[in-house]
């Protein structure tokens, strides 16, 4: 397998039923104890009752939702470059983007929130800002910075003081610095004693002695009683006076209005879309709480790797998640009919005539020579009793049969009443919204130009079936326009009776239904005596019914 695989989100389709999710927490399973990359479970969509019943029985929790495989800023290199305090000098910030190869830097505070950016060019800016004398004392700059920027010593003073007045200004000789030093001022002077004592007694704020000359004590002495900073450097006048300035805070030339930033979720293709309104060539990243996470660059953007996946229980694009022509589908695991899905490169494709996708899984373990622990296992049967309605749908097998009965003697429950109390917690509607039940097993499909939804419920009592087609009956207009689609049929399949009423609604509907099935109508319902499955008994006659009139026209 390529190196650069790191993982692969193994997925089922979208509004997940308990074949869907327990086929792609099961796959996961076995893919991690056969190869090396990092096989995760995802599910597309809100889990129904029935797979939540399923999940919390055998100990899972439910797959971490998945809602596009489009490459993503968290699928690309994010460079984990430390925030920094807005304390910090414009110097140590400019020392920092050599060491660290970026010339952007992002300032944060105590609980790594972004404040504001900065750049290279700020820096160079703010250098080049020769004329501006009095910027350390309107940007309360540290002293601390002063002596850092400088590699100085501090003689006289209080590292943790700030510069609040005062401009700053290079003394020469008494004579010329009596009409350019103020009182408050800060002052650079070399090793004339006249010139250290004229500084100090004309009462400056900061005195910087450069070349690491010799400073008196009587000049200290004054400047102790004055309550003046005497700051020492190794280096000359011109250089401590070009220098001075690069201990501003960052904080003072950052950036905080209009910074671009994008969140780990951002795909790529929007990030690549707004970089151009930049000026910057790296950029904050936030993670999934808001918390700066990092930069990328404008390279990482252009450089990109695909997600990979495996689908199972579909191989139709109308039923996969978002973004699917921009990954890499590995494999397709399916027992539905060969459908819209197509792979720009060879994929392992399985597909196989069977009522449940874990009975394809079952053989699959065996093969692999595999154990199946008994979770896995409960998972597994429970997926196989959900699609073949405990053995009772003309979709099962015997193989499907075989499957169930074998993961039930691993996992150790009695298939009858583990299967009704399953069917109960997914028929239960108390607390629920018509949304929410529709959507519980519901997938759309197409014939031609025809487009159309299918959904289905499957009930072990008629009180729990009528309670549910009362609350769902009305919502299946707003279902249309929802999932974008002219008509919808939903099934409510008595699991006892082998029968299912048929809801229906949108233009052309009630013709379809009397086509496929023969039946009359009233009131937007159809009687199915004898029909139980989606996947063999019902969308099978509907296409038929579309190709029929498509012909006729």
Known sequence: MPEAIRKVNVIGHLHPDTDSICAAISYAYLKNQVDEPIYEARRAGTLNRETMFVLDHFGFKEPELITTVTPQIKDIQIQKEPGIDGEMSLFAAWNRMQESKVDTLCITDGDNDLQGIIAIKDIANANMDIFDNGTLSAAHTRYRNVVETLKGEMIVGDLDAVIDRGNVTVGTTPELMEDIVHEGDIVLVTNRFETQLFAVETGVSCMVVCAGAHIAGVVKKTAEEKGITVISTPYDTYAAARLISMSLPVRDRMLTDGILRFSVDTSVEEARKVITQSRHRFFPVLDEEGHYDGVVSVPNLLDVSRKH?????????????????????????????????????????????????CTILYDIFQEQGVEIPKNIAGLMMSAILSDTLMFRSPTCTAKDERAGRALAEICGEDIEPYADAMFDAGADVSGRTAEEVFGGDFKIFSRGQAKFGVGQGSYMTQNSRKAAEALVGPYLPQACLDNDIPMVFYMFTDVKSQTTELLFHGEGAEDIVRRAFGVETHDGTAILPGVVSRKKQMIPPIMAAFQNLEEAD
Do not use: K, W
């Not at 027992?335 to 005539?353: G, K, L």
């Open 309 to 357: 996946v495996i689908l199972v229980d579909h191989n139709e694009r109308s039923q996969a998640v978002g973004g699917l022509e921009e990954a890499v589908i590995m494999e397709i695991i399916d027992h539905h009919r060969i459908a819209t899905i197509e792979t720009d490169q060879p994929a392992y494709f399985r597909n196989e005539p069977v009522g449940c996708t």
